[in-house]
T-cell receptor, first 119, second 110 residues
Framework: EPEVTQTPSHQVTQMGQEVILRCVPISNHLYFYWYRQILGQKVEFLVSFYNNEISEKSEIFDDQFSVERPDGSNFTLKIRSTKLEDSAMYFC?????????????????FGPGTRLTVL | QKEVEQDPGPLSVPEGAIVSLNCTYSNSAFQYFMWYRQYSRKGPELLMYTYSSGNKEDGRFTAQVDKSSKYISLFIRDSQPSDSATYLCASNTGGFKTIFGAGTRLFVKA
């Protein structure tokens, strides 16, 4: 069954450094998302992306964050200057396919996550 | 007031029991309701997806939404030790932003 994949599984970085988290959404999906989950806390929406542009973003998604779909398969989240409080699990999700799993926008399928540790 | 509230548990039940997991929400505009299962340090896995009020059944799982009371439930029949996980309820208005509850930790004892 098609799945969302994410790389790397764990990223360690120094405060102030830039990181890029990568995701490969389910192939026929049209909507892409990033969420984060700080350890012990709830999953929080960061941003959604459709038709090569941001469709919605939360107040967490400030100027230090950006998203890109550089080619037909990858979806990336860049954090320009990481802070200690950016340490969290980052989940990519996708939905809105023409067939199969996640045919509606609201049936969002999540990847396994990237654990980001900022030192 | 939090948009989606969920008792964090933990909830511990014997194998074979019927499990009832519940959430309340405050936003009347929520139209879509989801239940996710999350194992430790893994991504949320979509279990059930419902639109508006009513029931939906899938195998051992039944999701119930009562919009009049803003109450969301998930029932698990014949619970198994492999059902031990954190269960997240989630809602959205039909847009892209999905709001999650904090999750209920479930332990099913063999």
């Amino acid at each position: 069954e098609p799945e969302v994949t994410q790389t790397p599984s764990h990223q360690v970085t120094q405060m102030g450094q830039e990181v890029i988290l990568r995701c490969v959404p389910i192939s026929n999906h049209l909507y892409f998302y990033w969420y984060r989950q700080i350890l012990g806390q709830k999953v929080e929406f960061l941003v959604s992306f459709y038709n090569n542009e941001i469709s919605e973003k939360s107040e967490i998604f400030d100027d230090q964050f950006s998203v890109e779909r550089p080619d037909g398969s990858n979806f990336t989240l860049k954090i320009r200057s990481t802070k200690l409080e950016d340490s969290a699990m980052y989940f990519c999700a996708s939905s809105g396919g023409t067939s199969g799993r996640g045919r509606t926008v609201n049936e969002q399928f999540f990847g396994p996550g990237t654990r980001l540790t900022v030192l | 007031q939090k948009e989606v509230e969920q008792d964090p548990g933990p909830l511990s039940v014997p194998e074979g029991a019927i499990v009832s997991l519940n959430c309340t929400y405050s936003n009347s505009a929520f139209q879509y309701f989801m239940w996710y299962r999350q194992y430790s340090r893994k991504g949320p896995e979509l279990l059930m997806y419902t639109y508006s009020s009513g029931n939906k059944e899938d195998g051992r799982f039944t999701a119930q939404v009562d919009k009049s009371s803003k109450y969301i439930s998930l029932f698990i029949r014949d619970s198994q030790p492999s059902d031990s996980a954190t269960y997240l309820c989630a809602s959205n208005t039909g847009g892209f932003k999905t709001i999650f509850g904090a999750g209920t930790r479930l332990f099913v004892k063999a």
